[in-house]
């Protein structure tokens, strides 16, 4: 869909940005209405598909398809599987067979299914018990299985003297309590992640500083037992009994031990931070089980195991070591890592730097057990509690699994080259993860082998991706994902059916990953290299009578150079001066989110506020669904200085106020109609009855519910007032900024190495 010009009233001068590139060289002329544009995309396909139901819902109902009877394989099954067949040869149970009617299905899985305990390590995280180590002596032994038991979440809460003195050991405490029970004076509203906390879950606490501390509890006490292992070198569990217990039994206790670790703490002088023993000890209390970790922590490691020293990153930009700038400094983080990750232990970490963290080394945790990275610089208690205990929430009330193993079968002429993600992977086909959630996600790189394919084109090729799992009720199961697709010879047949997200998704995936074996500088010509021969294929096997010189797109990846330049501009990727933190977490979101969620982080929602009908924004009366507004391209030729628009990208949500935005739209949002008495520590949008706050109120209400119920920081950006105008200029990703091209001098860019690569080819035939 191409779009219509930018409005022809006079526009803004460009937000303040980090500097871009300039085209070099004469540019193509291109006309402005026959650009795709992403926006314009995205409209349509909301209009398209907002009043259908879709094949994933389950609050539609839908008329299933019928199975395909192609299968050619006779194989011999349980006699409790007989079924007679009807008249055409479909079998008379077909419709309450699961298996048989959906693409996905869960199969309860027997005892010799369950999780192995994996073999004692040479040089293990902590010091074995009898009980917390596999008994088995060899790899030909046969492995001992654990039984499965519902899912174990221990909280880690940081009391050295950085947490209590600035204020987040309080914050930490409060916010754990509301995960766990709601209710807070933030009301966060607890009921979109699904009411309470799954009744089957069982959590347990411990603190750290320069020692670790574990509490005992009991629904016949209400004072906690503390247990504490001063030395750090060597970390062990003093006892099992009673840390783990159950939520609402234990209700009482655990309010009284949360609301009491400020107060034991608070006159602690302790500067260290023993983080890496704390998440030792983690693993310690769960290596018989599995389970999940919900860490917190106030500053970087500097004391015991796994102590970091500040990394010289001026030193290491623009070198063959940059790559270690996203490597742990210290072999026992990766250890550590992939021990947690074998015994079915996934760590969720929260970071509240107050200078630098290294996220390279203390996230690599996460992104190898499949666990969450939450990433809060500038954190201040009183403004910005509301948005960890969102999180708590979320990651509390999610689906989750536990003890995982993940692998992918194909039919035959296919095969699983890699995995793109930083999960633990200890054979070539096969995943091992600690915990896998509703928000994560897993890319799978298939390839062609042999001619098994090209056999019989009128077969459907299979791909099934079967995860091995046990879930928060203690349930073993397997998970299977079956996609049947006919394949093609026909070049014009692939680029037609392509899914450009998926395609999107997945290169932004591996030029996240090749973060850690090549320069930045690289992966980026890399990148666009690859745009390049993509389009150049099409080209030479789809449109080869048209000349050189001329543009053409094919329909489903015609997006693809404003999509690809969006990548090259994230804070992973991008050129110019970034903190390695920064690059770090914004490189665990793109390998770990999913395409819908991925998608809007490369190019995030605007909406023009100043703008809205009255109708917009408000339920549907015959659907019930949210009246969505169409989105604008993000680019600051599209805005204008009286209006206010608001960029949302699933991690921060930015309210742009103009210079001569109308005082109205003022005192409807914020109950004042001068934008000088609004300032940076607005964290939430007020509550007025108004209808455009109502409006405003109900689209941010609406992301949120799209994320399962998590909470983004919400800024707001004066211009020329505001640092977070910065922020927004930033994610304005069609213009020139992030030390790259606008979007359509990029397409020129892009159009000038097809243009020379296609008359070179044909200089070469002639």
Not at 25 to 31: A, F, H, K, P
Not at 507 to 513: G, S, V, Y
Not at 517 to 542: A, H, P, W
Not at 547 to 552: E, F, K, N, R
Request: with cysteine; hydrophobic share 35%.
């Amino acid at each position: 869909m191409a779009t219509s010009r930018p409005p022809a009233a006079q526009g803004i001068s460009q937000p303040p940005h980090s500097a871009g590139k300039r085209f070099k060289g004469l540019r193509s002329v291109l006309d402005p209405s026959q650009i795709p544009s992403a926006a314009g995309h995205n409209w349509a396909d909301q209009r398209r598909w907002q009043n259908r139901p879709y094949n994933t819902t389950t609050d539609v109902e839908i008329e299933i398809p019928l199975a395909g009877t192609d299968c050619v394989y006779v194989d011999q099954v349980a006699p409790e599987y007989f079924s007679p067949i009807d008249f055409n040869g479909r079998r008379m149970d077909h419709a309450s067979r699961p298996e048989l009617n959906f693409g996905t299905v869960d199969f309860a899985a027997t005892s010799k299914y369950n999780a192995p305990q994996p073999l004692p390590r040479l040089l293990p995280s902590f010091v074995p018990t009898p009980d917390s180590t596999s008994r088995r002596t060899s790899l030909s032994s046969p492995p001992e299985l654990r039984d499965p038991t519902p899912l174990r979440t221990l909280f880690v809460i940081d009391v050295s003297s950085s947490a209590i003195h600035r204020g987040l050991l309080p914050a930490f405490c409060e916010s754990i309590r509301v995960g766990l029970y709601g209710g807070s004076p933030n009301e966060v509203n607890t009921s979109m992640f699904g009411g309470e906390v799954n009744p089957s879950m069982k959590v347990g606490f411990m603190t750290f500083n320069e020692s670790l501390q574990f509490y005992e509890l009991s629904p016949d006490q209400t004072q906690p037992g503390m247990l504490v292992v001063p030395d750090v070198d060597e970390v062990f569990v003093p006892t099992l009994d009673r840390i783990f217990v159950d939520p609402q039994e234990c209700r009482e206790a655990i309010e009284t031990l949360l609301a009491a670790i400020p107060r034991m703490f608070a006159h602690v002088v302790s500067t260290g931070s023993a983080l890496c023993a704390s998440l030792q000890g983690a693993l310690a209390s769960l290596s018989r089980t599995g389970g999940q970790v919900l860490a917190f922590t106030a500053s970087h490691p500097n004391f015991g195991p796994g102590m970091l020293t500040p990394r010289t990153e001026g030193e290491l930009y623009g070198t063959q070591q940059e790559h270690k700038l996203w490597e742990p400094q210290e072999v026992v983080w990766k250890d550590l890592a992939e021990e947690s990750a074998e015994s079915g232990v996934g760590v969720n970490l929260w970071v509240f730097p107050d200078r630098w963290a290294d996220l390279g080394s203390i996230g690599s945790i996460c992104n190898t057990t499949g666990g969450d990275l939450h990433f809060h610089p500038r954190f201040q208690p009183d403004r910005d509690a509301h948005l960890v205990q969102s999180e708590i929430a979320r990651t509390l009330r999610r689906t989750t699994a536990y003890n995982c193993s993940v692998r992918t079968r194909c039919s035959n002429g296919l095969h699983v080259s890699s995995y793109v993600s930083l999960l633990h992977q200890p054979t070539a086909d096969t995943l091992t993860v600690g915990t896998i959630s509703a928000d994560l996600a897993i890319g799978a790189k298939l390839e062609h082998v042999g001619s098994g394919i090209n056999d019989d084109q009128r077969k459907n090729v299979h791909i099934q991706a079967a995860v091995l799992y046990t879930s928060v009720e203690g349930q073993r199961r397997v998970r299977v994902c079956n996609v049947g697709v006919r394949p093609s010879t026909m070049a014009g047949n692939v680029f037609r059916w392509a899914d450009q997200d998926t395609g999107v998704c997945l290169m932004a995936k591996e030029a996240a990953l090749a973060m850690s074996r090549k320069m930045l500088t690289e992966i980026r010509e890399d990148l666009s290299q690859r745009f390049v021969d993509l389009l150049v294929g099409y080209r030479k096997n789809c449109a080869a009578s048209t000349a050189p010189s001329q543009l053409i797109l094919p329909e489903s990846y015609k997006l693809l150079p404003v999509f690809g330049g969006a990548i090259l501009k994230t804070q992973a990727l991008k050129g110019g001066p970034v903190s390695s933190d920064t690059r770090a977490i914004s490189r665990h979101r793109i390998l770990s989110s999913g395409a819908s969620s991925l998608m809007a982080y490369l190019y995030p929602r605007a909406v023009a506020v100043h703008d809205l009908r009255p109708t917009t924004a408000f339920p549907d009366p015959t659907t019930g669904r949210l009246s969505l507004p169409a989105p604008m391209p993000n680019s600051y030729l599209w805005m204008e200085p009286d209006g206010a628009y608001l960029m949302d990208n699933g991690f921060v949500t930015i309210l742009w106020l103009g210079s001569s935005v109308s005082p109205q739209i003022l005192l409807d949002l914020f109950g004042t109609d001068g934008s000088s008495t609004l300032g940076p520590g607005i964290s939430r949008l007020p509550v007025f009855e108004t209808q455009l706050s109502v409006q405003v109120r109900n689209l941010i209400t609406h992301e949120e519910t799209c994320r399962g119920g998590r909470v983004v920081p919400f800024l707001v950006a004066r211009q020329n007032m505001d640092a977070a105008e910065l922020e927004f200029g930033n994610m304005l990703v069609e213009d020139e900024n992030n030390d790259m091209m606008s979007y359509v001098d990029y397409l020129c860019h892009l159009h000038r190495q097809i243009s020379d690569k296609l008359t070179a080819a044909q200089q070469s035939w002639w």
